[in-house]
């Protein structure tokens, strides 16, 4: 016969969860924090071909797969615009 199960111990080290909803965090994001991850995002999940044309367009601001973006690092007047048409396109 088998042994009585025991429930394993989690000792004093228990994992706390961000229970802060995804869309929530996802709203509290600059311009500048999308952008970023949006480039990270990409290197293991990369666009498709079918989005080449999209992707040689915005290439233009540093939105790249691996590139690190910042707004310090495109002209002010377009980095001004980003902020901007960020802060348009947020819909609560």
Known sequence: MGQKYKVPS???ERR????TLVNKKFNALSAEQFYKNLNRLMVN???Y????A???EI???RVKAGVEFSLTQITL???KSIQEGYAE???P
């Open 10 to 12: 989690f000792g004093s």
């Open 45 to 47: 999940n990369p666009p």
């Open 77 to 79: 007047p377009v980095a």
């Open 54 to 56: 999209v992707l040689n």
């Open 59 to 61: 290439e233009k601001i």
């Open 89 to 91: 396109g947020y819909t």
């Open 16 to 19: 706390v969860f961000d229970t």
């Open 49 to 52: 071909e079918a989005d080449s």
